[in-house]
């Protein structure tokens, strides 16, 4: 139980273009869900902090025009990195935790995301 | 502003080797404590979790102690296996409640060799 899926597990865009991330809770319903950023050998860093219906938190520091997030239902968020540049490119990790067990936060297997 | 550090940030030990990975943190209030297991190019696993009032956890091989007022933890692998391999990370959550940020440190990578 408690399977957090992403998609696409990968993807490559051109500078200039926008990306759509999709997180998925495919066995319970996450009343909150976390995108993280990762740089090769770097900490997971948290960008946002989103509620089922509620507009997402933005961790200091994060664009959140950049980087819009919509969780419009208990099983799906996504993070949209909107006018992408190389800079962005990154490995982005989504988690979820659900009302029965907000101790854990249930990781997804990540995106690789890479802007020419 | 909690900072989380892990030490060594590289660790390379033959087949069978005990080892031990450690982790620092700077705030001391935290609500719990967790160890992570990432291999390349993929999420994280969740592998044990201590909550601020419990000393250590164990789960067949690993056991994870915390020490929080000296704001540390200690990861010990037991009999290490090649395919214990991984990025070792250790987050910490500060207050209860509706925080549930995690701050992470930045891993140890593990490798074990036959």
């Known amino acids: 139980g408690a399977v957090v899926s992403q998609h696409p597990s990968w993807v490559i865009c051109k500078s200039g273009t926008s990306v759509k991330i999709e997180c998925r809770s495919l066995?319970?319903?996450?009343?909150?869900m976390f995108w993280y950023r990762q740089f090769p050998k770097q900490s997971l860093m948290l960008m946002a902090t989103?509620?089922?219906?509620?507009?997402?938190?933005?961790e200091q520091g994060v664009e959140k025009d950049k980087f819009l997030i919509n969780h419009a239902s208990l099983t799906l968020s996504t993070l949209t990195v909107t006018s992408a540049h190389p800079e962005d490119s990154s490995f982005y990790i989504c988690?979820?935790?659900?009302?029965?067990?907000?101790?854990?936060?249930?990781f997804g297997p990540g995106t690789r995301l890479t802007v020419l | 502003k909690q900072e989380v550090t892990q030490i060594p940030a590289a660790l390379s030990v033959p087949e069978g080797e005990n080892l031990v990975l450690n982790c620092s943190f700077t705030d001391s209030a935290i609500y719990n404590l967790q160890w992570f297991r990432q291999d390349p190019g993929k999420g994280l696993t969740s592998l044990l979790l201590?909550?601020?009032?419990?000393r250590e956890q164990t789960s067949g091989r690993l056991n994870a102690s915390l020490d929080k007022s000296s704001g540390r933890s200690t990861l010990y692998i037991a009999a290490s296996q090649p395919g214990d391999s991984a990025t070792y990370l250790c987050?910490?959550?500060?207050?209860?409640?509706?925080?549930?940020?995690?701050?992470f440190g930045k891993g140890t990578l593990l490798t074990v060799n036959p």
């Open positions: 988690s979820a935790t659900s009302a029965a067990s907000t101790d854990t936060q249930y």
């Open positions: 989103s509620n089922e219906g509620s507009k997402a938190t933005y």
């Open positions: 201590i909550q601020s009032s419990q």
């Open positions: 987050a910490v959550r500060l207050s209860g409640g509706s925080n549930y940020k995690l701050t």
């Open positions: 066995d319970f319903q996450a009343t909150t």
